[in-house]
Nanobody, 117 residues
Framework: QVRVEQSGGGLVQPGGSLRLSCEVS????????VGWHRQPPGNERELVAV???????TYGDSVKGRFTIWREDAKNTMVLQMNSLKSADTAVYYC???????????WGQGTQVTVSS
């Protein structure tokens, strides 16, 4: 089984920053894709960012230019750095990892991020 363990989250003021981490079992560099989705209250789940095999990164339009992801291979961890946070970024954030293109993704437990003054 692939285990996905998230850490981070919490309350932050608009304009602030927050960092989330996602540790996966196994060698993270061998995964087909690792990334993040989020679900705002009363809205549908949307892509935040994903890194696919080969190191190609795709960001969702709503976070482009403000959020960054990178791998820490020695720790089998994907980091999500969130800057210039807005109220609209308030959501439950979920990390996911997909071993192969034909595999079902494994998901983290989710963590609440609240942006409010």
């Amino acid at each position: 089984q692939v285990r996905v363990e998230q850490s981070g989250g919490g309350l932050v003021q608009p304009g602030g920053s927050l960092r989330l981490s996602c540790e996966v079992s196994g060698s993270i560099s061998s995964f087909y894709s690792v990334g993040w989705h989020r679900q705002p209250p009363g809205n549908e789940r949307e892509l935040v960012a994903v890194m696919t095999s080969g190191g190609v990164i795709t960001y969702g339009d709503s976070v482009k230019g403000r959020f960054t992801i990178w791998r820490e291979d020695a720790k089998n961890t994907m980091v999500l750095q969130m800057n210039s946070l807005k109220s609209a970024d308030t959501a439950v954030y979920y990390c996911f990892a997909k071993s192969d293109v034909w595999s079902i993704a494994s998901w983290g437990q989710g963590t609440q991020v609240t942006v409010s003054s």
